[in-house]
Every structure is written in C-alpha cells, then in structure tokens.
C-alpha cells in the first residue's frame, strides 16, 4: 500500500490577545473541556497522516518561550511562528513558515477549538479539488443588516447566508497570491477567503458542525464544558 503524501500544512493564529474574556491569561491557552483550548487544535490536525506541518502564531511575548504542553504534540510537525499586529500579518507569518513539500493550506482559529474531524476532511477534500473552501452553518435567523444609527436598511434573504467557521483551506498557490495582493494593495479583512474572493478565486462553502463554535466570552468557554464528551 502506498505512503500517504504529507502534503497538508496549517496554521493555527493563536496570537490574539483575549480582551473579551476575564482574567490575565490568554485566552487561547485557558483550560476548557480537559486541556488548553489551543492544544485541542494542534492535537486534532494532527491526527491527520497528510498533514506536514502545523504551525502556532503566537503573540510575539510567548513565541520565544511556548508553554511547555505544547510539546504534548509531534514536535517534528510542529512549528511556532511569531504574531503580527493584526490577524493578517500573523496568517502571512504563518504561511512564510510553510516547508515546501506543502500543497494545501489550512487556516484555522484557535478560538475554534472544537473543529471535528469529519469538517476538516470535507475541507481538504474540496481543497484538493483546486478551489477554497470554508466550512459554514446555514443562517437560521432572519438578519438585518442597519446604519450607523441603528435604523434597518435591508434584509437579506437568510436562504443564501451562512455563518463561516474555520479551518479554512486553500491550494496553496492560492491563499499566498492573495496574500501578496492584499498586503500590497493594503487591504484587510475578517477572514482568509475573503481575500481569494477578492482576487477572483472560486471560494465554495462546505457542511461545518455545530462544534466548530467560536470561543469570545467567559459565557462560550461555559458553554464548551458542558458539551457531552462524545462531542469533544
């Protein structure tokens, strides 16, 4: 039987500094469903034999000195790179990391800690095929989009809205071109495809889980401890 190809990178940004939650600690190393929130990333990617290299954007304080259970993982795939100021200059330090045998690119947030095995392999599998992809739920409540003041402007048809999640996934050719473009244009935005679709890259939506909940409050780490084990 032949050896699977490690031809899967991704880069995990972890270099947020969490002032939306209580306490000195990052958030991303904060302890939630039995370990830091940040491990249970770095644990579940690697599970995956094609992946060659996950790498941890951490603030530029700690990636000198990761804490110590980071080293829990596969250190030969295991890589940390330095934040930038905001969340694009630390996926770009990310993606300068990559070894060169990578094919396909995976971005995801730390704050997404429990991303489930089966979204990642409909990710990489439509990634593979040549196009973005980003794992999304469908809206389920009517949306308003308002002015400044408050007043409502429109309403969007909820049937062609979807909340995205992460990981994110790329050819590798890409997310980097759009990289390039965005930070020589000096454009930004809230996530990575956003940046594909701007360059004109064919960018689809995948089934997410109801798990790949982002973690923003006290209130969410909460809510992730009482999940069922069997949904961890």
């Known amino acids: 039987m032949s050896e699977i190809a490690r031809d ?3 880069v995990i940004v972890a270099a947020g500094s969490s002032t939306r939650t209580a306490g000195a600690e990052l958030k991303q190393f904060r302890w939630v ?9 770095v644990q579940r990617f690697m599970e995956r034999a094609d992946v060659a290299m996950v790498i941890c954007v951490l603030p530029k304080s700690h990636a000198g000195d990761p804490p110590p259970w980071l080293f829990q993982c596969d250190v030969d795939r295991l890589l940390v790179s330095v934040g930038g100021r905001e969340r694009g200059d630390s996926v770009y330090h990310g993606l300068e990391d990559l070894p060169a045998e990578v094919r396909i690119v995976l971005v995801h947030d730390a704050a997404r800690p429990m991303v489930d095995a089966e979204t990642i392999e409909r990710v990489v599998a439509k990634a593979r095929e ?29 049937a062609h809205l979807f909340h995205a999640q992460t990981p994110q996934g790329f050819p ?12 020589a244009d000096r454009v930004r935005a809230t996530d990575d495809a956003a940046l ?8 689809v939506i995948v089934e997410g889980s109801a798990t790949g909940m982002k973690v923003t409050t006290d209130e969410d ?3 992730i401890d009482a999940l069922p084990m069997e949904r961890r």
């Open 130 to 158: 040549g196009v973005g992809a980003v794992p999304a739920l469908a809206a389920t409540d009517t949306i308003k989009e308002a002015d400044e003041s408050g007043a409502i402007v429109r309403t969007p048809d909820r």
């Open 221 to 223: 780490f909460a809510r």
């Open 172 to 183: 590798r050719a890409m997310i980097e071109e759009a990289y390039v473009r965005s930070r």
């Open 33 to 41: 469903a039995g370990k830091p929130m940040l491990l249970h990333s």
């Open 8 to 10: 899967v990178g991704v």
């Open 196 to 203: 594909c679709e701007r360059i004109g890259a064919r960018v």
